[in-house]
């Protein structure tokens, strides 16, 4: 079965970095992107990027630009976002998602997520 | 790129229908049938109901509707029950690349 199991929950500083894995097991990594959400407390679903795990190019949200990369390893099916120079306000579950490309079974939705992983940024 | 507009809240008694309504523009909702809404439990992760405007993902109960109409897309709940009380979500492909989707405001749905 699909499962997309995540890195455990953080505590950082502001201004430092944190990055997230999301393991993949039960389909072919390389066959669907992954994307990255992240979520507030109490507040909705902010979509913060997306990789190819194929050819690993990446499309990141103009907010988060210059601040957030997407990596993945295809030899171990993980998938990572990384975010710097945290601030309070990216305190958030941020989960991993994945979306079929090509739309053979169910298209352009997030069919499977991560658990999450909640980045805590406090001094 | 906007949020897609829900109400903050909805309720109904169990048994009853309940529908969620999600507004976008033309680049959104109105311009692609890639609409899908999403279950969120408190401290859980979103579950698909939804894909397609109306399609529902193997195992989603047949009590969770999908449409659309225009630039505004909505899903019913039909047969209210105590374990349908969660936040939704709607959510579109858009036309830009970045985001590739957009997310809706969210939809807190309370049996009562």
């Known amino acids: 079965q699909v499962q997309l199991v995540q890195s455990g929950a953080e505590v950082k500083k502001p201004g430092a970095s944190v990055k997230v894995s999301c393991k993949a097991s039960?389909?072919?990594?390389?066959?669907?992107?992954m994307h990255w959400v992240r979520q507030a407390p109490g507040q909705g679903l902010e979509w913060m990027g997306r990789?190819?795990?194929?050819?690993?190019?990446?499309n990141y949200a103009q907010k988060f630009q210059g601040r957030v990369t997407m990596t993945r390893d295809t030899s171990i099916s993980t998938a990572y976002m990384e975010l710097s120079r945290l601030r309070s306000d990216d305190t958030a579950v941020y989960y991993c998602?994945?979306?079929?490309?090509?739309?053979?079974?169910?298209?352009?939705?997030?069919?499977?997520w991560g658990q999450g992983t909640l980045v805590t940024v406090s001094s | 790129q906007s949020a897609l507009t829900q109400p903050a809240s909805v309720s109904g008694s169990p048994g009853q229908s309940i529908t969620i309504s999600c507004t976008g523009t033309?680049?959104?909702?109105?311009?692609?049938?890639?609409v899908s809404w999403y279950q969120q439990h408190p401290g859980k992760a979103p579950k698909l109901m939804i894909y397609?405007?109306?399609n529902r993902p193997s195992g989603v109960s047949n009590r969770f509707s999908g449409s659309k109409s225009g630039n505004t897309a909505s899903l019913t709940i039909s047969g209210l029950q105590a374990e349908d009380e969660a936040d939704y979500y709607c959510?579109?492909?858009?036309?830009?690349?970045?985001?590739?989707?957009?997310f809706g405001t969210g939809t807190k749905v309370t049996v009562l």
């Open positions: 998602a994945r979306v079929d490309p090509f739309g053979v079974v169910i298209p352009a939705a997030f069919d499977y």
């Open positions: 039960g389909y072919t990594f390389t066959g669907y992107y």
């Open positions: 990789i190819n795990p194929n050819s690993g190019g990446t």
């Open positions: 033309s680049s959104d909702v109105g311009g692609y049938n890639y």
């Open positions: 397609e405007v109306s």
């Open positions: 959510s579109s492909y858009t036309s830009s690349s970045t985001p590739p989707y957009v």
